[in-house]
């Protein structure tokens, strides 16, 4: 078996996610994670709230190290990763209740987000909600000085990539029946951020 992809920042962001999750997923049923990375949180969250089904998802490069993950878990209500990328996909429409996300807005292209938003819009079913995790400015301020570091080393790796205004994204999620209903502070100047279909 291949070794498991492993990222840091995921096992110690997982606790404070995890808490938001409860409450906000508390009535959902089946869960679309896009952008499931090494697969870390897919197990993570499915073994804590297994009253979901978690549905990975992410690039097709990526697919193996999340099956490595989701085959040592052995859990029943994990399945095996979509490949999914935000501009193309085509996921039959109402299908979900609820997607979350975690550190994609600020390192795809804002047509992406915007694209991540459409999807959201099409698959999330009436009242479910989209939690999306990572770093965000309000009113194009930045919350630390570390944020706005980070953003500045995002643009000069790629011109495209940086964190994301709340409003913005705001402003997307209405377009698709969305409208913002939590932010949560969590450690390492981070948010989630969450929307819920009308």
């Not at 962001?13 to 938001?20: G, S, T, Y």
């Not at 995790?133 to 309000?138: D, H, K, L, N, S």
């Not at 705001?170 to 502070?185: F, S």
């Amino acid at each position: 078996m291949p070794s498991r992809p492993y990222a840091e920042y995921a096992q110690r962001n997982a606790d404070p996610i995890l808490e938001v999750l409860r409450q906000e997923l508390r009535n959902c049923r089946d869960v679309l994670e896009i952008g499931s990375g090494t697969g870390q949180h897919a197990v993570r969250f499915a073994a804590e709230l297994d009253h979901l089904r978690w549905q990975t998802s992410d690039l097709a490069e990526n697919h193996e190290g999340i099956r490595t993950w989701i085959d040592e878990a052995d859990l029943p209500n994990v399945d095996a990763p979509l490949v999914l990328d935000v501009a193309t996909a085509a996921l039959p429409p109402a299908s979900y209740d609820a997607v979350f996300s975690s550190n994609t807005a600020h390192i795809m292209s804002f047509e992406s987000v915007i694209a991540m938003f459409a999807l959201v819009g099409s698959v999330i079913r009436p009242e479910g909600v989209f939690c999306l995790y990572g770093p965000f400015r309000q009113h194009g301020t930045f919350n630390t000085a570390s944020n706005a570091n980070f953003d500045a080393d995002l643009r000069r790796r790629d011109p495209v990539m940086g964190i994301r205004d709340l409003e913005a994204l705001d402003d997307l999620g209405v377009e698709q029946e969305l409208r913002r209903t939590g932010l949560y502070a969590v450690p390492s100047n981070n948010m989630v951020a969450v929307w819920q279909k009308k």
